[in-house]
């Protein structure tokens, strides 16, 4: 007898109508949902980059400059460890290729080698949690004749590419999103690398220079001993640099390499205008920061201080009295748009490494509007085949295949929309697949009745017969599928995921619908006509 407990029916109309709820805003043009009363989900499918237009830009780490990066901070740290009481005398501690060298009394090698071991030498990765031994930051290479070079070590480099990756998409993800755009996607790409795509963006340059920009930002003081003449033959002491200024008239400025503050203490950077009208940006730090820049102007007043952001001077200005407040003012030549966007880069904070360009690419909304148009024609025709199909071989029963496909298509949409998911044209292509895998458990079930029915066995028996040897094979043929789709998410990007995302969910449904609601409709249907045979 077909019997179909209570659960299952209360199921099936409750997931229905919770699917068919959180859809409803897909059937709203874009503009019309904010005006949904309040109880109304508000959230539909988003267009991705290809259909709705935008900027895509595949940006890659800079490791050459996080290497040389690391490497100026080793030979810092090496020359205050050799200086430390007693010290190690040393010459020529420079910075050669991908090491850190110096030469040192022969004498004093095993003590040098022992202090550089104690102080700079520490675990990494996961041996830096359990303090263990195993891979190391550094690897230390020294002479009997005195010469010490340092290394940074494969696992250093590795864990430091890993850390400036992550560190990096949440950086560029709040810059973009500061400018109000919505959809953005900022994906991990391969080891180094990361794709960002912004839908709706059609000025990538701008993008671009947002992502682009290190933006850090750090106080330092001019060195004034160093004259114009010196700066120019690059007679500069080691301890200070010369940077080129935001002020043509100066051409460089020599400052000190040590940083009094850095842009890690900002709290709050917004674009403003000063007494004169002139853009500004007005900063404030944390306490910390307050108390560094407080101190740092009152030990230093009557001298100037330099602004610095990547590397590059944007103002040189005297301190004329302590700066005890914590916040202050950034002057140079912005206009309105320079001035936000400067705001933006520090708010959301410094890259912890130069992001090169790899790949740029725009795509007009005049493209997306056509594969739009071309994907909902693809759809609706590959929609209306099936269910001619299925109406045509099996009657009846294929009517309630149809409806089975319209609830999960319905289930479909409502899903994607709770994600927040983005529609690509892949996505539609995975949504049409969709559609003929949803009948294929279907499909399998009414063979499976036929084959029992040509048995000799009555109708009832058929049916259930039917749902509960093809059950197996759907659930093998889909899980199949579901674990593809998760290689081409985990592997894939851009639209190969929106690909796999709509793949999966449309898998997961279409096996709620073609069995359950297929199972239910079946039911209804028998007990209502009792019939000796199926229509199949």
Known sequence: MVRVSQWRVILVLVVTAIGLWFSLPNFFPEHQRASLPGFMPKNG???????????????EVDMDALKKERLDSLADDLRTTLRNKPSVGYTGLAVQGDAVVAKVDPAQVEEARSRITKELVKPVGDNAMTGGGGATNYAVATTPAGDISIRLSK???ANEQTRAVNQSIEVVRKRIDALGTKETSVQRQGEGRIIVQVPGEGDPERIKNLINATAKLTFQMVDESVSS????????PPVSEALPSENPAEGVVVVKKRALVSGDDLVDAQPSFDQYGESVVSFRFNSRGARLFGQATQVNVGKRFAIVLDGKVLSAPVIREPILGGSGQISGSFNVDSANDLAVLLRAGALPAKLNTIEQRTVGPELGADSIKAGFVATIVAGIGVIVFMALVYGLFGVFANVALIANMILLMGIMSVMGASLTLPGIAGII?????????NVLIYERMREEQRAGRNAAMAIDSGFN???GTILDANITTVLAAAILFQFGAGPVRGFAV?????VLTSVFTSVLI???LIAWWFRVTKPKSLPI
């Open 433 to 441: 697949l969709t559609m003929g895998m949803a009948v294929d458990a």
């Open 45 to 59: 499918v988003s267009l991705g980059l290809d259909l709705r237009g935008g900027s895509h830009l595949l940006q």
């Open 469 to 471: 040897r093809a059950l």
């Open 229 to 236: 003449a010196d700066a120019a033959s690059g007679r500069i």
């Open 518 to 520: 297929s199972q239910c």
């Open 502 to 506: 709509t793949l999966v969910i449309g």
């Open 155 to 157: 696992e250093l480099i």
